[in-house]
T-cell receptor, first 110, second 112 residues
Framework: DAKTTQPPSMDCAEGRAANLPCNHSTISGNEYVYWYRQIHSQGPQYIIHGLKNNETNEMASLIITEDRKSSTLILPHATLRDTAVYYC???????????FGAGTRLTVKP | DTAVSQTPKYLVTQMGNDKSIKCEQN?????MYWYKQDSKKFLKIMFS???????INETVPNRFSPKSPDKAHLNLHINSLELGDSAVYFC???????????FGPGTRLTVL
């Protein structure tokens, strides 16, 4: 699986959009970009994933650059409960081996 | 209803003991996993089971052995516990091999 690089930490004001970047410059054509988050003392939670096209669900939007070397997770209206560590993972098709990096610790402030 | 559950939530034990952590999922998923999260918060996969067959076994000591009595359960047995085994262990499951994974609440193991 391709290695991903994320900033170690970010802050966001409550009610504003949180934009979390991820670099995956060595991603291969069959690797998806997955995002998970881990709220303190809980198990990781799936957020969203995509291959080439931008994706949106009830939790977030995922913007993938055309060359697929980077992506951005967008939480449109961050709340205090979104404070967590966010993990970006590049994972091949038919591959159940997810490799978590250090992630980005997002702190949403009042 | 809890999708992926683990017992116990906390486990404190002495070095050299043998212990087990249980995991159950009621999602009807075909694949289950065990992850270890150490004190530095790195989350690493240990095992996964698909249709009762082990399909991933990372560089985990053979003191650790997963046991799957049926598709809904994947238990983790640990023999001769060591101090370095102290960590939070997460169970997870997915519908298909490359599907989104649903994680349990974790078991915090402390070896004294």
């Amino acid at each position: 699986d391709a290695k991903t690089t994320q900033p170690p930490s970010m802050d966001c004001a409550e009610g504003r959009a949180a934009n979390l970047p991820c670099n995956h410059s060595t991603i291969s054509g069959n690797e998806y970009v997955y995002w998970y988050r881990q709220i303190h003392s809980q198990g990781p939670q799936y957020i969203i994933h995509g291959l080439k096209n931008n994706e949106t669900n009830e939790m977030a939007s995922l913007i993938i650059t055309e060359d697929r070397k980077s992506s951005t997770l967008i939480l449109p209206h961050a709340t205090l409960r979104d404070t967590a560590v966010y993990y970006c993972i590049a994972r091949g098709y038919n591959n159940n081996d997810m490799r978590f990096g250090a992630g980005t610790r997002l702190t949403v402030k009042p | 209803d809890t999708a992926v559950s683990q017992t116990p939530k906390y486990l404190v034990t002495q070095m050299g003991n043998d212990k087990s952590i249980k995991c159950e999922q009621n999602l009807g998923h075909d694949t289950m996993y065990w992850y270890k999260q150490d004190s530095k918060k790195f989350l690493k996969i240990m095992f996964s089971y698909n249709n009762k067959e082990l399909i991933i076994n990372e560089t985990v000591p053979n003191r650790f052995s997963p046991k799957s009595p049926d598709k809904a359960h994947l238990n983790l047995h640990i023999n001769s516990l060591e101090l370095g085994d102290s960590a939070v262990y997460f169970c997870a499951s997915s519908q298909v091999l490359d599907g989104e994974q649903f994680f349990g609440p974790g078991t915090r193991l402390t070896v004294l």
